[in-house]
Structures are given as structure tokens and as C-alpha cells.
């Protein structure tokens, strides 16, 4: 049997959750601020901005999105009220404007507001060959480098499972692809037809939006092979313009002004992004450990998660990880580096994964497990393990941990 998550149901690609409340009033944005970090973990300079388009409660308003030297965007930057592009400050404003000093306040003001918009890089579908194996058999824009892809959105031994689901890492962008596994009667196929539909974008916290969408369009892709229309659509709609070099500014293009914008002031780590039910699968698959995985997650360690397919459900026991790590702590918040995921990694991530200080990731491939330079800690079903010698005090429950897990069970 297949095993499958407890993801709540989700969005259609059309679809924007709305920022009003009930009442009609809109939401209000707490006055505090935090560090924002980028997919690429730095804040947006002050000095290079591009332009776009965002709907917000008000109607249209015109954002700024930044990007910083390796071409990893940041997140936008929005004022609170809507504003016409072309809009003149008054005589007052203009001249507070004129001190830089107001102008660094202004703009980090701005920045504590930040909307996510939708910045969808690229879609792809890729698909196993009986003869090459996996490979990329379309793709928008045409130009993007997608080397590697193809590993990352069909997980090694996905042949054993029907339908799953992949968070992954290509260079700067996090990528989530629907997999789908069906019979056919063909024996150039091998009795079996199994693709990936999949999209790149610079943050992961709202790719969870499009997964029903991409669940859709890998079903069409089986019954209905080369049949691309619904994902240009898409991609036409949801798309950032980048530029040819893949360096500088990130810009939104226009698109419908429908639906309603929802300011953030949380890092985009520290949101709920993912299903209800989420992290409560993740504290009852890991019961006690779960303190053991605190406490090395809040250290910062290298963290890898064993576990054969389906990877979907693995892929939100990284994203939980993270969360434990990354708490929000005045004064504190600043100084300590974000846990950032890396999601599925395979063999071809081995070099990367050499240059990592600190992550957490998932793989279906136990030849990692030999690969003990890779990793601080192994983490093989239940089994957390670790061969610094460092650490191994850390894997042993105390009293402390046991009644911390008992009080946090029982608020649940």
C-alpha cells in the first residue's frame, strides 16, 4: 500500500487565499521587526530594485523585488496602502524623503511588510525512458538550466510507488514536482509510463499552493502524452521575468489583479505553510526523538533523513525540522543563520552537500549512509545516530526531555 500524507486540501493554481478578514477590515500587520531572509539567506540591497505588480486589499499596488549578486531574488517589498505608480509625494513627504536617513528607516519599514507573490521560474514535465532513464521532456523558458532536474523530480526507486510528491533544491530555487506512476500496455514502455510535473521557484513556502494543480497535470501527462497548453497557461500567469544573465533584479511580471495580497512580517520559515497535520504526524512518527532532533537542530547539524519511497511525506518531516530550529527570539533571531532545507537530495547533490555547514535533507538512496563525511546525523526510520563522538551524549533521552515531551503531548 502506498503510503500517503495527511496534507489538508489545497488550492487550485487560480486560486489567492484572501488577507480580509470577515468584518471587512483588513488585516493588521504587527508593528515588529524581524529579519527576512531570502531564498539565498540575505537581505535585499537597498540599491538594486526592479519593478512589479502585486493585488492587495485596496486594489493594485506597486511592489519593488530585489535580487541579490548569484540572481536569488528576495521578496518583495511593499508599503502597507495601495499606491499609484506614478503617484507624487507631497511637498511634506518629499522632503522627509530627502534624508537618507529616512529613506533606510522607509525602505526597511517596507521590508518588515513584504507580500509573497507568485514567482514561478520554470515548469517542466520529465519522464522515464525504458532506454536513457529519466529526462527532461519539456520545459519553460526554453533557455533555463535545468541539468539535473530529472533526478530530482523522479526519486530513485519511485518505480515502486503510484503517485508521490518531491520538495527538492536546484541551485538558488526550491522545486516541488507531483509524480504518477501508471500500467500500459506497451511493451516499448515496459507495461509502465511514469512522469513528473514540476515548478522552480525562489521560495518554498507557497509552493505547497500548486500541488493539487501539478497532481492534475501529471495525470493529463500519462493519459494524454505532449498535451502542454494548461502549463503554458500557468506559466504565462505565475511567472518571473529573469534576466538573460541571471543576475540582478527579479521582476514580477503583471498579471490579473485579482485576489488579495497578505502582508507578512514572520520569516518565511517561521509561516505555516504546509497542511494541518503536519507537524503533529511529524511529533507522533518521532515521538520522544523529537527532543533529541531539537536539540541538534538548534545546533545547527547536519541532518539526513533516510527513507524509501514515497519521499512526499519525508520531505515534510525535513520541513519540520526546520521549524524547529528556526524559532524567533528578539535579539537572537539576527545573529543566529536561518536552518534552511534542502529537501530531496540523491547522489548528484554530493558535492554540494560537501560545502553545506549546516541543513537538513531526505534521500531514498542508502549509499549515503556510507558517506559519513556528508552528514552529523543519520536519521533511518525512528533511528537517530550519529558518528561524532561530540554529539552521541545528546542522543541519550534525560528526565528533563522525557517530561518536556510529556507537557508537549498533553498541550496537544
Partial sequence: MVERSDRAPLLDWEEVPSAEKTDGEAPAVPHVKERLSSPCNNQAPSGCSGFGWSSGPGGPTFTRTVSNGDGCGAPPATSGAPAAVDEALPPDKDA???????????????????????????????????????????????????????????ASGSHRVTTDFIYFRKGCYFGLACFANM?????????????????????????????????????????????????????????????????????????????????????????????????????????????????????????????????????YRVYCCCCLANISIPGVGIAVPEFRPFFYVNVADISALENELSYVACTTEKIFEEKKDLYDVYVDNQNVKTYRDGLKPLLRLSAADRDKYRKLTEQR
Fill in 183 to 315: 500500467a500500459v500496455e506497451s511493451m516499448e514502455e515496459r507495461g509502465a509510463r511514469m512522469k513528473s510535473v514540476g515548478i522552480l521557484s525562489p521560495s518554498y513556502t507557497l509552493l505547497y499552493r500548486y500541488m493539487s494543480f501539478l497532481e492534475h497535470q501529471v495525470r493529463l501527462q500519462l493519459q494524454s502524452p505532449g498535451h502542454y497548453s494548461p502549463l503554458e497557461a500557468f506559466y504565462e500567469d505565475k511567472r518571473a521575468l529573469l534576466p538573460p544573465s541571471g543576475e540582478g533584479v527579479v521582476c514580477v511580471l503583471p498579471t490579473n489583479t485579482w485576489g488579495a495580497a497578505i502582508n507578512h512580517s514572520m520569516h518565511p520559515e517561521m509561516k505555516i505553510t504546509h497542511p494541518a497535520g503536519c507537524m503533529s504526524q511529524f511529533i507522533r512518527f518521532f515521538g520522544e526523538q523529537i527532543m533529541v532532533l531539537w536539540k541538534l537542530a538548534l545546533l545547527r547539524r547536519r541532518i539526513l533523513i533516510f527513507s524509501p519511497p514515497p519521499v512526499g511525506v519525508v520531505c
Fill in 96 to 154: 522627509h524623503l530627502s534624508d537618507p536617513g529616512a529613506i533606510e528607516v522607509s525602505l526597511e519599514d517596507r521590508m518588515v511588510k513584504w507580500e509573497e507573490k507568485d514567482q514561478i521560474v520554470s515548469v517542466f514535465v520529465v519522464t522515464f525512458n525504458t532506454r536513457t532513464g529519466n529526462m527532461l521532456e519539456w520545459c519553460l523558458p526554453k533557455d533555463i538550466d535545468l541539468e539535473g532536474v530529472e533526478f530530482k523530480a523522479i
